[in-house]
């Protein structure tokens, strides 16, 4: 590995991660040296580099309480908002009110960076780091991708403008409200590259994006939308493929394109990651607009009751008569610390019932959203790094009391099955040959890793730099290319 790049990557990469990009010792596949494949690509790109956003996926931000400055969601250290307590619940957990809009129900918690590591207490040991999206952070290094969040950090001076930038977003909301966030991040990155080239504010600039799980589908709306939010009138968004005039190129990874079932059944029974962290309850996370668009599709027969036939998540009297989420009677002690102003249970499950209702008409009205049928635009190439090699829940069975099991397990990455990574429209119906997707992937990578493992994966390190720095851009011929170089 060239000198420069080694430089760059040992004042990025924390201990043992900089193996991922450097080539790991020891037994399995040989790694590739991604210093020798690329470093002369990454040197020599120059004012070519087509800068790069990077959108994590849900908890893959920062979040702040800007009222009381304390972590909300990425740091669990002392003096960490606790969702164990009434006090931490109420600022982890959205507002709801009856009768508002999501788009209103605002508080004061804000996100403040990409995830790149958790910050953690574990008994006496302070400030662990545990990490996170900085995989892909290190993956762009290796490629002279300069992020000026990571470069003040570390004392880096690329000497050169950059290329690099990393989308913050608020992962509690509708997914939809964050396309707004996306856009000006995407003008930003424009008008920095135009003021380091000298181009002229009518010369058209295009960005790469990578998105991860989540990421994927606010990416995926905002291509198609731009950013403009979901309508509250409950109607559709004008399809104007506005977003993609902006993008050239749009990378997908482990993105769960038709739903996980997975958030279903966190909406019913919580979410206790670890016991290093707080047991996020139904009661909290069912305020959560964005938790309910994680969910699959009733067509594809993913949550089924107990003869098989599919369950209708849409649908609020299915969680009030299964007791689920927001209806259950179990989380009326929750929404006591949610609603702290309403003494009387009647009102407090009057409340979140409205509630329930809102976040499911916008799932609704989301995954509609992404599943209109068209043709992106020309110019615009769609990337997908999939992964199928791990045991994947893909059917729950709904017993008659709402409980729910994985009863079916299937190719994916252990949280997302490579089916819904796909769009496979083939999912609850008929077998039928070759692959039925709405979407018009210009390519696909299957990898052998979990969810956040694919992008620390060798072969993801390998195909992202390559298709960033060495894939052929703008429809180029290679006869056209070879006639350039002998030039």
Same mark, same amino acid.
């Given at each position: 590995m060239a000198p420069g790049l080694w430089s760059r990557v040992k004042g990025l990469a924390a201990g043992g991660l900089a193996v991922v990009l450097l080539g790991a010792c020891g037994g399995g596949p040989p790694t590739p040296d991604f210093g020798r494949l690329y470093n002369a690509a990454a040197s020599g790109i120059g004012d070519d580099r087509t800068p790069v956003i990077v959108i994590p996926g849900i908890l893959g931000s920062k979040l702040e309480d800007m009222d009381s400055s304390r972590p909300v969601w990425g740091s669990f250290t002392y003096g960490a908002v606790d969702a164990d307590t009434p006090e931490g619940a109420a600022a982890v957990a959205l507002p709801m009110r009856e009768n508002v809009p999501l788009s209103e129900l605002t508080d004061e918690v804000r996100p403040t960076g990409v995830l790149d590591s958790v910050t953690a207490d574990i008994g006496f040991v302070r400030n662990l780091k545990i990490g996170a999206y900085a995989d892909i952070l290190f993956t762009l290094a290796a490629g002279d991708?300069?992020? /000026?969040?990571?470069?003040?950090?570390?004392?880096?001076?690329? *000497?050169?403008?950059?290329?690099?930038?990393?989308?913050?977003?608020?992962?509690?909301?509708?997914? +939809?409200? &964050?396309?707004?966030?996306?856009?000006?991040?995407?003008?930003?990155?424009?008008?920095?590259? !135009?003021?380091?080239?000298g181009l002229s504010g009518d010369e058209p600039v295009k960005v790469d994006v990578v998105a991860h799980s989540m990421g994927g589908l606010l990416l995926r709306y905002y291509l198609r939308y731009g950013?403009?939010?979901? #309508?509250?009138? *409950? &109607?559709? #968004?004008?399809?104007?493929?506005? *977003?993609? !005039?902006?993008?050239? !190129?749009?990378?997908?990874?482990?993105?769960?394109?038709? %739903? +996980?079932? /997975? +958030?279903?059944?966190?909406?019913?029974?919580?979410?206790?990651?670890? #016991?290093?962290?707080?047991?996020?309850?139904? *009661?909290?996370? %069912?305020?959560?607009? +964005?938790?309910?668009?994680?969910? &699959? $599709?009733? !067509?594809?027969?993913?949550?089924?009751?107990?003869?098989?036939?599919?369950?209708?998540?849409?649908? &609020?009297?299915?969680?009030? $008569?299964?007791?689920?989420?927001?209806?259950?009677?179990?989380q009326d002690r929750v929404l006591g610390w949610l609603l702290p102003g309403f003494d009387d249970p009647a009102a407090r499950r009057r409340i979140a019932l409205d509630h329930l209702r809102k976040c499911l008409a916008k799932a609704r009205q989301f995954h509609a959203a992404l599943d209109v049928p068209a043709s992106p635009p020309e110019g615009l190439e769609l990337f997908l790094f999939a992964g199928d090699a791990i045991d994947t829940p893909v059917v729950v069975t709904v017993d008659d009391r709402g409980r729910p099991s994985v009863t079916e397990l299937g190719p994916g990455d252990k949280t997302v099955p490579r089916t819904s990574t796909l769009m496979d429209e083939r999912v609850g119906g008929g077998y039928a040959p070759y692959l039925r997707s709405p979407i018009d992937w210009t390519q696909i990578f299957f990898l052998h890793a979990s969810h956040l493992g694919l992008t620390r994966d060798p072969a993801f390190v390998d195909n992202l730099l390559y298709l960033l720095l060495e894939k052929p851009r703008g429809g180029a011929t290679a006869p056209e290319l070879i006639g350039e170089a002998r030039r």
């Amino acid at each position: 590995m060239a000198p420069g790049l080694w430089s760059r990557v040992k004042g990025l990469a924390a201990g043992g991660l900089a193996v991922v990009l450097l080539g790991a010792c020891g037994g399995g596949p040989p790694t590739p040296d991604f210093g020798r494949l690329y470093n002369a690509a990454a040197s020599g790109i120059g004012d070519d580099r087509t800068p790069v956003i990077v959108i994590p996926g849900i908890l893959g931000s920062k979040l702040e309480d800007m009222d009381s400055s304390r972590p909300v969601w990425g740091s669990f250290t002392y003096g960490a908002v606790d969702a164990d307590t009434p006090e931490g619940a109420a600022a982890v957990a959205l507002p709801m009110r009856e009768n508002v809009p999501l788009s209103e129900l605002t508080d004061e918690v804000r996100p403040t960076g990409v995830l790149d590591s958790v910050t953690a207490d574990i008994g006496f040991v302070r400030n662990l780091k545990i990490g996170a999206y900085a995989d892909i952070l290190f993956t762009l290094a290796a490629g002279d991708y300069a992020d /000026e969040d990571i470069i003040e950090n570390a004392g880096i001076d690329y *000497g050169g403008h950059y290329t690099c930038y990393q989308l913050a977003y608020d992962w509690r909301r509708d997914v +939809s409200e &964050s396309a707004a966030l996306l856009h000006q991040r995407v003008l930003d990155a424009q008008a920095a590259i !135009r003021s380091a080239t000298g181009l002229s504010g009518d010369e058209p600039v295009k960005v790469d994006v990578v998105a991860h799980s989540m990421g994927g589908l606010l990416l995926r709306y905002y291509l198609r939308y731009g950013p403009q939010p979901l #309508p509250e009138d *409950g &109607s559709l #968004p004008e399809l104007t493929w506005e *977003g993609a !005039r902006h993008v050239e !190129r749009a990378v997908l990874i482990a993105t769960p394109n038709a %739903g +996980s079932v /997975e +958030s279903t059944v966190q909406l019913v029974e919580g979410l206790n990651l670890n #016991p290093l962290f707080p047991n996020y309850r139904p *009661g909290v996370l %069912g305020t959560m607009p +964005s938790i309910y668009q994680l969910m &699959s $599709r009733p !067509r594809h027969a993913r949550v089924v009751d107990q003869r098989g036939e599919p369950i209708d998540l849409y649908d &609020s009297a299915v969680w009030e $008569r299964y007791g689920w989420g927001l209806a259950a009677a179990d989380q009326d002690r929750v929404l006591g610390w949610l609603l702290p102003g309403f003494d009387d249970p009647a009102a407090r499950r009057r409340i979140a019932l409205d509630h329930l209702r809102k976040c499911l008409a916008k799932a609704r009205q989301f995954h509609a959203a992404l599943d209109v049928p068209a043709s992106p635009p020309e110019g615009l190439e769609l990337f997908l790094f999939a992964g199928d090699a791990i045991d994947t829940p893909v059917v729950v069975t709904v017993d008659d009391r709402g409980r729910p099991s994985v009863t079916e397990l299937g190719p994916g990455d252990k949280t997302v099955p490579r089916t819904s990574t796909l769009m496979d429209e083939r999912v609850g119906g008929g077998y039928a040959p070759y692959l039925r997707s709405p979407i018009d992937w210009t390519q696909i990578f299957f990898l052998h890793a979990s969810h956040l493992g694919l992008t620390r994966d060798p072969a993801f390190v390998d195909n992202l730099l390559y298709l960033l720095l060495e894939k052929p851009r703008g429809g180029a011929t290679a006869p056209e290319l070879i006639g350039e170089a002998r030039r």
